[in-house]
């Protein structure tokens, strides 16, 4: 069965520093999307990407990230210069939807990102 | 503004007990309701949402709109089914998920 993947798993990183997240999302999907979860906290949405752009973004997702979607596989979240509150598991999922409603989010493993 | 509340941090019984994990929701549309589930070490994946009306692993849940709730419930709880398990909201814009804070289900032999 296909799944969403990830890399790295881990990455850590120099405050100030510039990071890349990767993921490729499931082959036909259409609809993509950055989550992360700061530890002990929920699930929180960052960004979702349709057609070559952002669809939405949520208040954390400020001009320190951004997302693109280089080659039409890969999917990646840049973060420009790090600070210590972006550690975090980092999500990207991704939809195909059918019909009038949204199906079924597919989550990858995650990116756990530390911020030294 | 929408939101999803998961009140329980941790639910711990023991095995062939019933379970509930409590779910409530704020949303001024008509919500679309999911439950996720997090295995050790795993991804999270959909357990079951609300528009299907199905019974995954013995586990249902049934929206009650009156309550705002979305509550998962299982009559005989398994060692298997420790896991941290999520509620999320789909908001409609942009297909975004409003997920509530997770409750760990521990199920003890």
């Known amino acids: 069965e296909p799944e969403v993947t990830q890399t790295p798993s881990h990455q850590v990183t120099q405050m100030g520093q510039e990071v890349i997240l990767r993921c490729v999302p499931i082959?036909?999907?259409?609809?993509f999307y950055w989550y992360r979860q700061i530890l002990g906290q929920k699930v929180e949405f960052l960004v979702s990407?349709?057609?070559?752009?952002?669809?939405?973004k949520s208040e954390i997702f400020d001009d320190q990230f951004s997302v693109e979607r280089p080659d039409g596989s890969n999917f990646t979240l840049k973060i420009r210069s790090t600070k210590l509150e972006d550690s975090a598991m980092y999500f990207c999922?991704?939809?195909?939807?059918?019909?009038?409603?949204?199906?079924?989010?597919?989550f990858g493993p995650g990116t756990r990102l530390t911020v030294l | 503004a929408q939101r999803v509340t998961q009140p329980e941090k941790l639910l711990s019984v023991f095995k062939g007990a019933p379970v509930e994990l409590k779910c409530n929701y704020s949303y001024s549309g008509s919500p679309e309701l999911f439950w996720y589930v997090q295995y050790s070490r795993q991804r999270l994946q959909l357990l079951l949402r609300?528009?299907s009306r199905e019974s995954i692993k013995g586990f249902t849940a049934d929206l009650n709109k009156g309550e705002t709730s979305f509550h998962l419930k299982k009559p005989f709880a398994q060692e298997e089914d420790s896991a941290m398990y999520y509620c999320a909201l789909l908001y409609n814009q942009g297909g975004k998920l409003i997920f509530g804070q997770g409750t760990e289900l521990s199920v003890k032999p």
């Open positions: 990407f349709y057609n070559n752009e952002i669809s939405e």
């Open positions: 082959s036909n999907h259409l609809y």
């Open positions: 999922a991704s939809i195909r939807p059918e019909g009038v409603s949204y199906n079924e989010q597919f």
């Open positions: 609300h528009i």
